[in-house]
């Protein structure tokens, strides 16, 4: 019997339809993938991945760590505002922020202003699980982790709520989530391209 040949259908998610203008920035909580999923992603677009954590980190000499420990907080937070301004380029990239940095007022302007905006917004057992194999997290060091990731996701995603895009992130393959992310691209990136074109039709009828 002659074996009938099964043509693959691409999904739509696997590839960006309209030009990327912008550098896209993948914003939330310590533990949402940025960095496993910013890399992934801007592979997939043929893009630089840069992280904010890891700059501030060379810039400063010190780890993310040992700046909280000697300089602060607030130091830390005027450092990060300076380095994200540079990483922020004419040519797009991906950009991996820490997860206080959309919470500081002038950096979130400029993030929202510049960039794409992408909340990974993951559930807090997962980003407990995450947290969890690395001792790397200065915020984490003050109680119970579960606690303070439950305080800071009550704090910070009414306002991680202002991204552009959103996309939920859990225990699923990372090849997912940058396949959710670049599906609600194509849909941002068409709506933009739209409001763009209307703007220039009133433009060009205007007496």
Request: cysteine-free; aromatic content about 6%.
């Amino acid at each position: 019997m002659k074996r009938v040949k099964k043509t693959k259908i691409k999904s739509p998610t696997t590839r960006l339809r309209y030009p990327l203008t912008k550098s896209i920035s993948l914003i939330g909580l310590m533990g949402s993938g940025k960095t496993t999923v910013g890399t992934r992603l801007a592979r997939k677009l043929g893009i630089p991945f840069v992280d904010s954590d890891t700059e501030i980190e060379i810039a400063a000499d010190h780890t993310v760590s040992e700046i909280f420990e000697k300089f602060g907080e607030e130091d830390f937070r005027e450092g990060e505002r300076k380095v994200i301004s540079r990483l922020i380029s004419d040519t797009p990239n991906v950009l991996g922020t820490g997860g206080g940095a959309f919470m500081d007022r002038e950096t979130r302007k400029k993030l929202k202003e510049k960039t794409v905006t992408v909340w990974l917004k993951a559930d807090i057992d997962h980003l407990v699980e995450r947290t969890s194999r690395r001792d790397t997290r200065p915020l984490l060091r003050a109680g119970n982790p579960k606690e303070i990731l439950r305080k800071l996701a009550k704090k910070r995603y009414p306002v991680y709520g202002q991204a552009a895009i959103t996309v939920e992130t859990g225990a699923g393959p990372h090849e997912k989530v940058v396949g959710d992310i670049i599906w609600k691209l194509n849909q941002y990136l068409a709506k933009e391209i739209k409001k763009q074109d209307n703007v220039k039709s009133k433009n060009n009828h205007r007496p």
